[in-house]
């Protein structure tokens, strides 16, 4: 009973909150290097502006990150003494391809994976690899317009084909595009888009995604061909939509609300458009583009296992009096009475886990893997470092709890658990230091000041412990 044998226990991170070095190693620029914190990120964020000239007195986080770029190994090292069977990680496009468009990779960019996998290697820690976490190549942005483009797809394509055929044998999990329903919240960092005025933002949003979805397809397809052993998920930043009320109106709200996000995974685990999008779309007057190939492409070649985010569920309702919005979330939400709710207004609801794990096991009976969960919070560390973050085991505890009722109590196929930003790195939503999740504390500050030493937190023994008796000991 309980966890699998080979269950996948670990960490998660993505190269655009924690590499840096983003003008280092021959990496050209990508859209996440040019977001500030504060004011002026939301509206780059959702795609509103078509300036991205850096100001002066503006603080850009992810050009240093947490400095993984130069403290990997200090890093994976840690990783490897709590027990990690897996890390994720992701690729930045353009440390491969700087532009995007060239013919040949950048050798610098490619070696420093290779040396990084080679490192998990040496500790038994199993690299799962995002080949796209929010990065895309600013040249690809100004040039072509993003994934609005389907020339990015064959770009996606020569980047796939290239990763795929130099870490055959150091990589065989894979995920696509992180959290590919982010298109529709936060467009600029999903899919490199940004909007003139007067488009047609939700018609070029689906277009996008089209793009994004026929990518996933070709990158499974050549993974499997390239070593029959890789397997490919999807991710989607999962989170169920409770009805505020049993009001059939609010009922049938929470179930569009949850079909926006589920679009993207029936298209790719099941390998069609579902009839409701296609019905919506109609009404709306969205056209797909579509061209000969892509209904064969999207049927014969849907993703191995469904991977997931989740740190919350969601609330909807049809009432305009019922409106009061929990803060600081790009996926917006009503505040649910019933449930606590983290600094930053995320709302804390470890039996809404386990019943989204249940409805995406129901629906696409294929392997569940979370790669995503944890608590962003406010830590305060002694003079040594040490912070005593027993908010953040309680909030895991109860979580990892949930999961495992869903695997014991309900079946599931699960794969394995990495949480998120198992070191402390940049938000990706606020652009903030002091948002953390991580067992490894990390020196810096909201304007990047800091001496970016790791010391460990109270939940990296707690969390080694977890792994060490494969999820019984919380
Ligand atoms: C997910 C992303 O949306 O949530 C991560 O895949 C992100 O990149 C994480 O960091 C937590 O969000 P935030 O805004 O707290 O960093």
């Known amino acids: 009973m309980g966890f699998k044998k080979d269950f996948l226990w670990g960490g998660a991170t993505a190269a655009n909150q924690c590499e840096g070095g983003y003008n280092e190693g021959g990496r050209g620029l990508a859209n996440v290097d040019v977001v500030p914190i504060g004011k002026d990120r939301f509206p780059i964020l959702l795609g509103e502006v078509k ?3 850096f100001k002066e007195d503006h603080f850009y986080p992810a050009q240093e990150g947490i400095d993984m770029y130069h403290r990997y190994k200090e890093d994976i090292a840690l990783f490897g003494e709590m027990g990690f069977k897996t890390y994720r990680l992701s690729i930045a496009w353009s440390r491969i391809f700087p532009k995007g468009d060239e013919s040949e990779p950048n050798e610098e960019g490619l070696a420093f994976y290779e040396d990084l996998f080679k490192e998990c290697h040496k500790y038994g820690i199993e690299p799962l690899v995002t080949i796209t976490h929010f990065d895309c190549p600013m040249h690809l942005i100004k040039e072509y317009g993003g994934w609005r483009n389907r020339k990015l797809v064959t770009f996606y394509e020569n980047l796939c084909r290239v990763l795929f055929n130099r870490y055959k044998g150091l990589v065989t999990h894979w995920l696509t595009f992180n959290e590919i329903n982010m298109i529709l919240h936060a467009p600029f960092m999903g899919a490199g888009l940004y909007f003139e005025e007067g488009e047609n933002q939700e018609a070029i949003k689906y277009q996008a995604a089209h793009h994004e979805l026929v990518a996933s397809a070709l990158a499974t397809k050549i993974a499997h061909e390239v070593d029959p052993n890789n397997k490919v998920g999807c991710m989607l930043a999962a989170g169920l939509n409770y009805p505020y009320t049993c009001k059939p109106e609010d009922y049938f709200k929470s ?7 589920y679009f993207f995974i029936d298209v790719q685990s099941r390998g069609a458009y579902p009839t409701y999008a296609l019905k ?3 009404r709306k007057g969205i056209e797909i583009p579509f061209i000969e190939g892509d209904t064969d492409l999207l049927k014969e070649h849907t993703v191995d296992f469904i991977s997931f985010s989740y740190y919350s569920s969601r609330t909807v ?17 009503i505040e649910n009475p019933y449930l606590e ?4 207004g995320w709302q804390i609801d470890p039996l809404g886990f386990r019943s989204t794990m249940n409805a995406l096991y129901d629906r696409y009976q294929k392997p569940l893997f979370v790669v995503e969960n944890g608590l962003g919070a406010i830590d305060t560390p002694d003079e040594n470092g040490y912070v005593s973050d027993e908010y953040r085991i309680d909030y895991m505890r109860q979580h990892i709890a949930a999961m495992r009722d869903a695997v014991e109590l309900d079946g599931v196929d699960l794969m394995g658990y990495t949480s998120w930003g198992c070191i402390d790195l940049v938000s990706a939503g606020t652009g ?42 919380l």
Do not use: H
Not at 255 to 261: I, P
Not at 317 to 333: C, H, L, M, R, Y
């Open 432 to 473: 903030e230091m002091k948002k953390r999740y991580g067992f490894i504390y990390v020196d810096r500050d909201n304007e990047g000041n800091g001496t970016l030493k790791r010391s460990k937190k109270k939940s990296f023994d707690w969390y080694k412990q977890v792994i060490a008796t494969n999820g019984e000991n």
């Open 51 to 53: 300036n991205f000239d």
């Open 317 to 333: 309702s049809t009432d305009p009096e019922v409106n009061k919005q929990t803060e600081g979330n790009i996926f917006a939400s």
């Open 255 to 261: 179930l569009e609300t949850d079909r926006e996000n």
């Open 341 to 344: 709710a983290s600094e930053w």
């Open 280 to 282: 919506e779309m109609e």
